[in-house]
């Protein structure tokens, strides 16, 4: 790592201070944190200083640690150590960071490099005759996919081309940097394919036949829905309960729409996937010798959800099932894990988690014998 140090004195103000609203930014921020810790704050307070002034000044860096009770040398080093803080002046208007790391070096960055060289000033770090513009270059900023890219201040730019750099630089020196939209320079959402997607896109859903183990059919779907590539996880319950799970309130609608399902397929020799909230045929039935015992609910039920692994609704059809105490569950043999566990569908979960075992802390001594036992409080 290169030897970072402040600027010369002669270009240093005299004294630091938050201005404006930054004021009461920099309190709300100090009091995010317990008494005693309040040093935490030295990262979001010097970067606020930079966003205020440019860059951050000697001033800044003691006038930080005075607000955080903070020896100088140890705020210094906070500066000194991460490049995201730049120690002398930078441009005004924008400086440009260009990702020089191997996957944006392969796709062109160079030739970005050199284009700030000639735009801007041929030293990094070092601002152009008007003081507007200045720029260096960086190491991976998490783009790669869409090398080559550069940052400007907290925007990125990216899939560039040396003419769509020298236009964004010309609007940025103009002031209207605001005007460009960050992000992909090209037709793409965000890290998607160039070109659009490539996967889910056809509407039909291909089969294969699960009675002769022929090829695959064509079969028509309804609706066919491709999320955009940039979607994330859409939230579900899904790590806690299966949505094909059958209760006792849904097993006879279950069984009903299954037969169904079957009778239309009969003569066809094709047998299409049942509706997910039908596929129950493989759940163990309520009338298994090895489901456990339940009981008539107490007027006091244990807080199952201690248990973990157990959510509100793993809980509410254990209630179902008769299961209203840590005791209950404490008792469980093998065979009626087992039992539960399919008819759950966790896929030998209730073992993993070993419910038992929490489950005989917590009926002996509560939350205090679960930390006991287990070292941690219980979810």
């Not at 940097?177 to 394919?193: E, L, N, T």
């Not at 006792?248 to 996937?273: F, L, M, Q, R, Y």
């Not at 209950?328 to 566990?341: F, I, L, N, Y």
Request: net charge negative.
């Amino acid at each position: 790592m290169s030897v970072r140090r402040l600027a010369e004195e002669n270009v240093q103000p005299q004294s630091f201070a938050f201005k404006g609203e930054n004021v009461a930014w920099a309190e709300a921020t100090i009091k995010k944190y317990p008494e005693g810790r309040q040093q935490s704050a030295v990262i979001p307070l010097l970067m606020r200083a930079q966003e205020q002034d440019g860059w951050v000044t000697k001033a800044a860096i003691e006038g930080v640690a005075d607000m955080l009770g903070m020896a100088y040398i140890r705020v210094l080093e906070v500066a000194t150590f991460y490049t995201q803080f730049q120690l002398k002046p930078v441009g005004t208007r924008a400086h440009v960071q260009v990702c020089g790391t191997t996957p944006c070096m392969l796709r062109g960055s160079e030739e970005l490099i050199k284009l700030c060289k000639k735009r801007i000033h041929p030293e990094p770090l070092t601002p152009n005759e008007s003081g507007t513009l200045s720029w260096e270059e960086v190491e991976c900023q998490g783009a790669c996919v869409n090398a080559p890219m550069v940052m400007i201040f907290k925007d990125s730019y990216e899939d560039l081309t040396v003419p769509q750099l020298d236009y964004i630089i010309d609007r940025y020196d103009a002031g209207k940097g605001a005007d460009i939209k960050p992000g992909p320079q090209i037709d793409r959402i965000f890290s998607a394919p160039v070109g659009g997607v490539t996967t889910l896109s056809s509407p039909y859903v291909r089969q294969r036949n699960q009675v002769t183990d022929a090829e695959p059919v064509a079969v028509e779907a309804d609706t066919v829905s491709v999320p955009p590539a940039n979607a994330g996880r859409v939230k579900t319950d899904a790590a806690e309960t299966d949505p094909s799970l059958k209760t006792p309130a849904t097993a006879k609608a279950a069984s009903a729409a299954n037969a169904k399902v079957e009778g239309d397929n009969k003569d066809t020799g094709i047998v299409e996937k049942a509706p997910a909230n039908a596929a129950a045929a493989a759940k163990p039935s309520l009338e298994d010798e090895r489901r456990p015992a339940g009981i008539e609910k107490p007027a006091t039920v244990d807080d199952l959800k201690l248990i973990s692994g157990v959510g509100p609704k793993i809980e509410g059809i254990l209630h179902e099932l008769g299961i209203f105490t840590f005791a209950q569950v404490a008792g469980w043999t093998k065979d009626e894990r087992d039992w539960v566990d399919g008819y759950l569908n966790f896929k030998g979960r209730i073992d993993r988690d070993d419910w038992v075992k929490q489950a005989e802390a917590l009926a002996k001594g509560g939350e205090a014998e679960y930390i006991r036992v287990f070292g941690k409080k219980p979810r």
